[in-house]
């Protein structure tokens, strides 16, 4: 795991992005197309801001979640709709955004068409961005949920999740296709995750923590991109 610190969330936007596009525009170069996937909550909104400005050639690039919550577009815990609002803007209106939201009232029972949608989207994932919430959990692999073992062992590509610590259902990619990425991002900000994430790297519990799982691994490479505020 690569551990980059930035001066200020400015810094880090600005660099982040510019790491990305340039990910995404060798994607193309090589193939022709090129698949990002990105995180939601709060953490992420002005890296959208500035990855939408990114000068590629976003036709080319397919753009999903890695997890959302089962709620409508209108509300305002929707990942698709901060998706929508801050990176499927300027430049980046040209890409193309698989909605892992489907019309089923429940995201237990809605895998399946969940799964038809992704169909669309580019596998395998060039660029993989997750966030990490305060116990640990990424993409929505909570380790409080009846589901977090099925989350780290299932072969399915996406499961659906009941937190028991966080409101709403949501829909999540699963540990398994998490790590069938070319690169993994987790993106921090502020001095409350960076004591997280040194309890994560600090022990073992992949149930407990979800996000060892991604942080100690050797599948896929990871970097931590992070700044104090
Ligand atoms: O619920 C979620 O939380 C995590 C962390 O969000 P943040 O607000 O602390 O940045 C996020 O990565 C995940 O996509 C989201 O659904």
Redesign the pocket.
């Known amino acids: 795991m690569q551990f980059s610190e930035f001066q200020s969330t400015e810094q880090l936007n600005t660099e982040f992005a510019d790491r990305v596009a340039s990910l995404l525009a060798t994607a193309i170069d090589n193939k022709g197309k090129a698949s990002l996937v990105v995180?939601?909550?709060?953490?992420?909104l002005p890296f959208f801001k500035q990855l939408s400005q990114a000068d590629i050639d976003w036709s080319k690039v397919t753009i999903t979640l890695?997890?959302e919550?089962w709620v409508d577009k209108s509300h305002e815990a929707s990942?698709t709709a901060l998706v929508l609002n801050n990176l499927i803007q300027n430049k980046a209106a040209d890409a193309t955004f698989v909605e892992l939201k489907t019309s089923e009232e429940s995201a237990f029972g809605a895998e399946a068409s969940v799964k038809q949608s992704l169909q669309q989207f580019s596998f395998p994932i060039d660029v993989l961005i997750?966030?990490?919430?305060e116990d640990g959990?990424?993409?929505?692999l909570f380790p409080c949920s009846e589901q977090i073992q099925q989350g780290l062992t299932s072969d399915d590509v996406v499961l659906a999740v009941q937190p028991t610590t966080?409101p709403h259902e949501?829909m999540s990619f699963t540990l398994k296709t998490l790590l069938e990425s070319q690169q993994i991002f987790v993106h921090l900000v502020g001095d409350s995750k960076k004591v997280v994430l040194d309890k994560a790297l600090a022990g073992d519990k992949v149930e407990e923590m979800p996000i060892r799982a991604i942080l100690k691994q050797d599948k896929a490479p990871v970097e931590v991109v992070w700044a104090a505020k």
């Open positions: 995180s939601g909550g709060r953490t992420p890695a997890d919550r990942n997750l966030g990490m919430g959990h990424t993409a929505s966080a949501r």
